[in-house]
């Protein structure tokens, strides 16, 4: 039950609001325009390997070079020059160490050539440059997060590791203080068995890894799918990632880009903390709805571009803590509990081209001052807008206040929560962001537009 003082001055708040109200909502008769409504269910479908059973791996293998046959793959890589290429065929014994370099270790595909470990330490480590792993199955690491155990540990700059498979592992593929590193198709399964997830390694790690390449690999059942640590200047794409605490995480790490990933049934789909100037584009986030439940979540990172992202039936589509002067455009943000949630400070963003639809609330903005969230003349599609296109050129002659003085009471008293769901409360809120008249802290778009830019949305309803 709700304090008196509390339910009193709740009450009173209400009624100043519904005055100053009034007239606005009787001054715009027939504005309404059409909106997509809500309800209906979720569709999606990712881009996620057929089954993650690999089945037993192949019997007792050997290793070749040259046509020269040994029967240990250590042996193969001590008669290994440089630039030689070792051929794995069926399953041989870890740990093994690649000193050499150039040198290419190859199987003819991964269910065919294994290196398995013995459940201790690292399975197989990279000391020299140049090296390239493809088409290996590397399993059965050790279990230590605090020795940050791996399948494939890699220590040497320029090192390549394509068309492989990691599973059984606490940390997949880890790229340790080295420079031009390459992961591309690659599937990497952790340990499910786990728990809690914390207690999980990542699936490809970076520490003060810079210029590498991440792309077109799966990652699941890890903590989180790529984690990065003092690294820059570093391009992931087309990474498909799921069953993790984060699909993606960033600390300390500025100047890269992450373009073209799917995160989809994690806590959080990209994680970005304490970094700078990152470039977010064209990545799909859906159902991450974890304990964290973030699409995007942006904290204590400033100069950072999220662009032509889907953000679709999440917790919050971007949730943004204590961060500034970034750029939140052109993204689908549709069907999430809150569209977008500012607070701590984040006051400095630019959101423009936005399609919010079908979300329970489209804009949570707990800040102390009203923010023009757009500095264009073209600014974001509101579904709950009332929309004036008076000219005809897509762009409302009125503007819409995203979050008001309502939706801050909630936020700073929630066991006003019992009131904020009322009828006659949602009645005030629609015509204080129709035409507002007190002006509050929250979120206002001075050009709402009047369609969605996104036009194909509804492909995740049908």
Known sequence: MLPRRTERWFAAATAVLLVASVGAAVAAPGTAGASPGSGGALSFEAPVPAELEFGAPPSDGHATVDGDRYETIDAALDAASDGDTVRVSGSVDGPVTVDTPNVTLTGAAPNEAVVAGDGEGDVLTVDAPGVTVSDLWVRNSGYSTSDNDAAVWVNASDVTVVDARVTETTFGIWLNGVADARVENTTVVGREDVDPRSERGNGIQLWEA?????????????????????????????????????????????????????????????????????????????????????????????????????????????????????????????????????????????????????????????????????????????????????????????????????????????????????????????????????????????????????????????
């Open 210 to 462: 810079d210029d590498a390449v991440l792309a077109n690999n799966r990652i699941t059942d890890a903590r989180d799918g790529i984690y990065f640590s003092w690294s820059t200047d570093v391009d992931a794409r087309g990474n498909t990632m799921w069953d993790l605490r984060y699909g993606v995480h960033y600390m300390y790490s500025d100047d890269s880009r992450l373009a073209n990933n799917t995160a989809f049934g994690n806590d959080a789909g990209y994680a970005l903390m304490v970094s700078d100037r990152l470039t977010v584009v064209n990545n799909t986030a859906v159902n991450n709805t974890g304990s964290s439940g973030h699409g995007v979540l942006v904290k204590s990172v400033d100069h950072t571009e999220i662009r032509g992202n889907d953000l679709v039936g999440n917790g919050n589509g971007v949730f943004v803590y204590n961060s500034l002067d970034n750029t939140i455009a052109d993204n689908l943000v549709a069907g999430n509990d809150v569209g977008v949630h500012l607070t701590a400070g984040s006051v400095e963003e630019r959101g423009y081209g936005n399609t919010f639809v079908r979300n329970g609330d489209a804009m949570k903005a707990v800040v102390g001052e009203q923010v023009a969230w757009n500095d264009t003349d073209r600014g974001n599609y509101w579904a709950d807008a009332r929309p004036v296109d008076v000219d005809h050129d897509g762009v409302s002659e009125v503007r819409f206040r995203a979050t008001g003085a309502l939706d801050r009471l909630v936020d700073e008293h929630p066991e006003a929560e019992v009131f904020a769901s009322s009828p006659a409360l949602d009645a005030v809120r629609l015509a204080a962001r129709s035409v507002p008249v007190l002006e509050q802290p929250g979120v206002v778009d001075h050009h709402p537009l009047a369609t969605p830019p996104h036009d194909d949305w509804r492909r995740y309803y049908e």
